[in-house]
């Protein structure tokens, strides 16, 4: 069982940056590929970023992320982040992290992955 608890959200004015936290207990974060999702009111749960576990060296990005959001991992404290710079307002949504055993290089799909955070809300003013 992993327990994943999302921080770093916030309100912020578009153009500025924020990065979340998500941290691991339970399980040694390094062998779970990694994903961040948003969802805003009204909208379906999208895939925002994911990283490979440990073994596999991947990333990829939703294009509307590409070129503005950083996803890493700190696998030494069980941590992963989402660096959000340029922020706009179409990015307020709540965030969440997900971790699966499934595929190493981890899912563009949210049913895809086993364990999730509560999420942590992301307000981009105009």
């Known amino acids: 069982q992993v327990q994943l608890v999302e921080s770093g959200g916030g309100l912020v004015q578009a153009g500025g940056s924020l990065r979340l936290s998500c941290l691991a207990s339970g399980r040694t974060l390094s062998s779970y590929a990694m994903g961040w999702f948003r969802q805003a009111p009204g909208k379906e749960r999208e895939f925002v970023a994911d990283?490979?576990?440990?073994?596999?060296?991947?990333?990829r990005y939703a294009d509307s992320a590409k070129g503005r959001f950083t996803i890493s991992r700190d696998n030494a404290k069980n941590t992963v982040y989402l660096q959000m710079n340029s922020l706009k307002p179409e990015d307020t949504a709540l965030y969440y992290c997900?971790?699966?055993?499934?595929?190493?290089?981890?899912?563009?799909?949210?049913?895809?992955?086993?364990?999730w955070g509560q999420g942590t809300q992301v307000t981009v003013s105009s």
């Open positions: 990283i490979s576990s440990r073994s596999f060296g991947s990333i």
């Open positions: 997900a971790a699966t055993k499934r595929y190493f290089s981890g899912s563009l799909y949210d049913y895809e992955y086993d364990y």
